[in-house]
């Protein structure tokens, strides 16, 4: 695997201009290509279906060439019909492919301090979708090898283009490997395209144009197989890992060669969808930090979209529509009606609604409405004026059975492509998700409608016997936030609910940590994130009567300037109160946190003190739509919002707690509820399960936090007291 910062538009244009122009220049023949056995006899491009585009572009820069006998080189190309990673059947279990594969595989290749100090070698790792289906189309051109009549075949994939110089270098290189390899036909496996990861790696040179590789090369874009290796390959299944990352352990049992450069890239101006497994752990360890924001494409252009459901016990529907990039809002039952009034604000704020309770004259304006589709699940009940037979086939799609997963009805509905993650079970009703919960929902016609179902969440609040205070004297601002589908735009002039109540609705003590000594509940961490200018190491935590302390000091530590701690809860919690004493670091350029967190789809809740702002905690919330294991992340800023405390935090211990229920989330502090959020203020309540984490980090911006000052180190926060109930 190779992550490659992507370029600027300007230059993916002139790229595209010089290809297109070299593309229509001849370039002579190549003469490894031809039909002796100890030539190149046939070329195989794996190619996806809905990527004609790539078919057309690596068609092209093949045709510039001839083979040795004069041949059109476009006259030897095959198409091999890539397994696309969108198709959940076609990446399901399959004993060609073992999905599971361990850090210390990553380390074989590409070794890194940083990565083996933070993870054992033993650590799982899971395969994306898109790594199962890379694997499993080589292995389907591996089995077209082995059971053709080619010797050796030239496997491309679609995004490829042939360097200056690439004709000569494969030549030469070709000539010396049939020179040098065992077999006088020539050799089982030659990388023509690859990108060095280790340059340690041993390397045995048989000639200036090509070497023996061990091990340390990504990619496998383009390569010489010849039969022999192919069936090599398909005797040494399944593969586990990515199937790049597994050729490395077969180089010492296959006669292979690499040119000693490579003859053949991957195209600047063209999107890869592919999502990298090991990517979360390289970021955890510090060997990529890249801190630029992720941004969402947006929400399909159809539309509004009105939706039904089936009534059954997981709403799919709507956490399919909010995984396409909608902002959804579900309605329930017992509703008042909309009135095209209404129905004409709701749509200002969202793309879609779910089960809406619409009035007559409401049903009109869907049905007069030529952009306006509606998508239903089997089974549902819908007003015969929206119903499929009335509809034309343009405005509607139907969901035949949500359990089975297909995502294509909707998709072509809306003019997007299928996602690669499956097709969602989605959450419970009683979760009541993307319900529109904020404290006053004003319609079109000014009715005030509050919902008094949610008043448990208006009203979470202060520990156990403690009288809830009106915060009225603290201040709040809120600041830049995330722009995606999952957080309300900001014409949306959000304020959080007013802080009141109390709340006793968790009672069942789950984790009781004083933390003066270590415990088996909460693990050290040894890792880090991207941002951050800080290694996090156990060393860095010391557990004394007090509390843990978390220690931040100027120590490089496998390339950033800071060393410092870090703990988090060994299991994962899906709502509660999660409660500690906290003294947070003083002084500008760090940030105490207190916070839950969950990847795979990113979702927190964060309760940080901030630098030099030593009066006020931020408040942060991060959503991303889908079951456990859907792969959204997008999220850079989330939706923070200072509260300022009206003391010095970091002058003693106070009492710090974060309530998360299915309704909404409060902030308390000793014991006062001096923020919340319900539903869509601003954003979906997080609904899966998050460990809770501790830290002292150092932001790499100094817009969150401010200048580090060297004589300020080092620093220290304490964590006591941490405690979990439900």
Not at 97 to 120: E, I, K, M, N, W
Not at 126 to 144: C, D, G, N, P, Y
Request: charged share 25%.
């Amino acid at each position: 695997m190779n992550i490659a910062e992507a370029l600027g538009p300007a230059r993916h244009v002139f790229f595209r201009a010089w290809r297109h122009l070299m593309t229509a220049i001849p370039a002579g023949r190549l003469q490894s290509l031809g039909q002796r056995p100890d030539q190149i006899n046939s070329i195989l491009v794996i190619n996806l279906d809905r990527e004609e585009r790539r078919w057309r572009l690596v068609t092209r820069e093949v045709a510039r060439y001839r083979s040795a006998d004069g041949a059109p080189l476009s006259s030897m190309i095959r198409r091999l019909s890539a397994v696309d990673a969108r198709d959940g059947r076609a990446v399901a279990a399959t004993a060609d492919v073992d999905a599971t594969y361990c850090v210390g595989d990553q380390l074989f290749v590409q070794p890194d301090d940083r990565l083996s100090a933070t993870f054992r070698p033993d650590e799982p790792v899971r395969m994306t979708r898109q790594e199962v289906a890379v694997a499993r189309s080589h292995i389907e051109a591996w089995k077209l090898i082995a059971a053709g009549s080619d010797h050796h075949v030239l496997v491309l994939e679609d995004d490829v283009w042939f360097r200056p110089g690439a004709k000569a270098s494969i030549d030469r290189g070709w000539r010396d490997a049939v020179s040098h390899s065992r077999d006088e036909q020539g050799p089982q496996f030659v990388y023509l395209s690859y990108s060095l990861a280790d340059l340690t790696a041993p390397r045995h040179r048989s000639s200036d144009a090509v070497f023996r590789p061990t091990r340390g090369l990504w990619f496998l874009s383009g390569y010489v197989l010849s039969q022999e290796g192919a069936s090599a390959l398909l005797h040494a299944m399944p593969v586990v890992g990515p199937v790049d990352l597994w050729m490395n352990y077969r180089l010492a049992e296959l006669d292979a060669f690499a040119l000693g450069k490579p003859a053949l890239l991957q195209r600047m101006d063209t999107a890869s969808s592919n999502a990298y497994s090991m990517l979360p752990y390289l970021a955890r360890a510090g060997v990529v930090d890249a801190e630029r924001e992720l941004q969402h494409p947006g929400p399909p252009t159809q539309g509004p979209v009105i939706g039904w459901s089936a009534g059954r016990d997981r709403e799919s529907l709507a956490m399919a529509l909010s995984m396409l990039g909608l902002r959804v809002r579900v309605f329930d039952t017992d509703e008042p009606t909309l009135t095209p009034q209404d129905l004409e604000y709701s749509l200002k704020t969202f793309d879609a609604l779910v089960d809406p309770p619409l009035d007559p004259r409401a049903l009109r304006a869907v049905s007069d409405n030529p952009d306006a589709v509606v998508v239903v699940e089997r089974g549902a009940s819908v007003p015969t004026i929206l119903g499929p037979n009335i509809l034309s086939p343009h405005r509607t799609a139907t969901i035949e059975d949500p359990a089975v997963g297909d995502w294509r009805p909707i998709c072509r509905l809306l003019g997007v492509n299928v996602p690669v993650d499956r097709y969602p079970v989605g959450t419970t009703p009683a979760l009541r998700a993307f319900r529109d919960t904020r404290p006053v929902a004003i319609s079109a016609a000014g009715t005030h409608r509050g919902d008094p179902r949610d008043e448990d969440a208006r009203t979470s609040g202060a520990t156990d016997g403690a009288e809830g205070v009106a915060s009225s004297e603290l201040a709040h601002r809120s600041l830049e936030r995330d722009d995606t589908p999952w957080v309300l735009p900001t014409s949306d002039d959000w304020t959080p609910s007013p802080p009141r109540g109390v709340s006793d609705a968790f009672s069942r003590l789950v984790l009781d940590a004083p933390m003066s000594s270590p415990t088996q509940d909460v693990n050290e961490l040894s890792e880090t994130f991207p941002g951050n200018l800080a290694t996090f190491s156990p060393a860095n935590v010391e557990y004394r009567d007090d509390g843990a302390h978390l220690r931040l000091v100027r120590q490089p530590d496998l390339g950033r300037p800071f060393r410092s701690g870090a703990i988090a809860t060994t299991r994962q919690y899906l709502y509660g109160r999660f409660q500690a004493r906290i003294k947070p670091a003083p002084g500008s350029g760090a940030v105490t946190g207190l916070f839950l967190h969950r990847a795979s789809p990113r979702q927190e809740i964060d309760l940080e003190f901030v630098g030099a702002h030593s009066t006020r905690i931020l408040t942060n919330v991060y959503f991303n739509p889908g079951d456990d294991g859907t792969e959204l992340s997008y999220g850079y800023r989330g939706t923070p919002h200072w509260i300022e405390l009206g003391f010095d935090a970091t002058a003693d211990f106070h009492d710090y707690a974060i309530d998360w229920h299915p309704h909404g989330i409060s902030w308390l502090v000793d014991g006062r509820v001096v923020h919340q959020r319900t539903s869509w203020n601003p954003t979906p309540i997080p609904h899966l399960p998050m460990r809770l984490h501790a830290n002292l980090w150092a932001p790499r911006s100094i817009d969150l936090a401010g200048q580090f000052r060297s004589p300020e180190v080092p620093r220290e926060a304490v964590f006591a007291d941490v405690r979990v109930t439900s």
